[in-house]
């Protein structure tokens, strides 16, 4: 079921979507340093319609990046990005969700992306039931969480994982436990060579 803001925005073209990637992604690469421009450029592309942006958008009036911080004018933009199925969007939107302790709508946004296989919110699942947060804790469901994240590459996954095989009174566990951990320190340098800090493998 589509949303009001689905129904009533205008459906991009093709080409009018490829000239707004190009742009997003001239924005998030050459514009780091000038945050107040990024932000703009970010702002016109996300009322084009464009959903990344929309999460650039939130994620900015939550930090106050390039703009005066406001938490709800954040939600409101995520809440387009979600409501345009960006799974990037579910996992910032749980995020915030989880600062404001509003842990039952966290879980629901983070469980949207994670059933899609998207593996920094398969990461904050797991850590979820790990830690115990808003929900009693489940170590064999967190396990299987950080499996789930591992194998769609996340790396903090695989050392999470590690640190809860290590805690298993197996000595297989305990093996495999630090292997992960030792590869997950390995593979992090081809990764910052190669996509730097914004690999979604870097997520934590």
Not at 2 to 22: D, H
Not at 189 to 201: D, H, Q, Y
Request: charge should be positive; include cysteine.
């Amino acid at each position: 079921m589509e949303s009001e803001y689905q129904k009533n925005r205008a459906k991009p073209t093709k080409e009018s979507a490829e000239l707004m990637l190009r742009n997003y992604n001239y924005a998030k690469k050459h514009l780091k340093e000038d945050a107040a421009e990024r932000f703009r450029q970010f702002k016109k592309l996300a009322e084009n319609g464009h959903a990344r942006s929309m999460c650039e958008i939130g994620v900015s009036y939550i930090n106050g990046t390039g703009t005066e911080p406001d938490s709800a004018e954040g939600e409101m933009w995520l809440r387009r990005a979600v409501d345009l199925g960006d799974m990037w969007g579910y996992f910032v939107l749980g995020r915030l969700y989880f600062r404001q302790k509003r842990y039952e709508e966290a879980r629901t946004s983070l469980a949207i992306a994670a059933a899609a296989g998207f593996s920094p919110a398969l990461h904050d699942m797991g850590k979820i039931y790990l830690l115990g947060l808003g929900v009693e804790k489940d170590f064999p469901k967190a396990k299987d969480f950080f499996q789930r994240a591992t194998n769609a590459g996340s790396l903090f996954a695989k050392a999470r994982l590690g640190r809860v095989l290590l805690k298993e009174p197996h000595i297989s566990s305990k093996l495999k436990g630090v292997y992960l951990i030792f590869a997950a320190v390995i593979e992090v340098f081809p990764v910052l060579l190669t996509r730097g800090f914004n690999s979604v493998r870097l997520v934590k």
